[in-house]
């Protein structure tokens, strides 16, 4: 199984920006799809963005044009870029990795969250 690590949550003012990194490590031959879910108190979680290994991009649409997801493929790394966050926004963020094991295992993997609070 892979391990995520998290990085770069916190408190930031509305209209302001946060980058949120997630490091796998493990026994990992290979990560297909990156992505990032964010879960609100009281609400379900949901996806935010996803990226494949070959750079392909998706979003929600409440986040389209104001996040970017990237990744580096050689440090097993994803990372968010929010940009004019809103209040809405506010919620814990997950990383999720779907990795391809050296035992030829597939696994989904999960960090353990980081929060994001936009608030004045």
């Known amino acids: 199984q892979a391990q995520l690590v998290e990085s770069g949550g916190g408190l930031v003012q509305p209209g302001g920006s946060l980058r949120l990194s997630c490091a796998a490590s493990?026994?990992?031959?290979?990560?297909?799809?990156m992505g990032w879910y964010r879960q609100a108190p009281g609400k379900q979680r949901e996806l935010v963005a996803v990226?494949?290994?070959?750079?392909?991009?998706d979003y929600v649409d409440a986040v389209k044009g104001r996040f970017t997801i990237s990744r580096d493929n050689a440090k097993n790394t994803v990372y968010l870029q929010m940009n004019t966050l809103k209040p809405e926004d506010t919620a814990v963020y997950y990383c999720?990795?779907?990795?391809?094991?050296?035992?030829?295992?597939?696994?989904?993997?999960w960090g353990q969250g980081t929060q994001v609070t936009v608030s004045s």
């Open positions: 999720y990795a779907n990795v391809i094991l050296t035992s030829r295992a597939t696994v989904d993997d």
């Open positions: 990226i494949t290994s070959g750079g392909s991009t």
């Open positions: 493990g026994s990992i031959l290979t990560i297909h799809v």
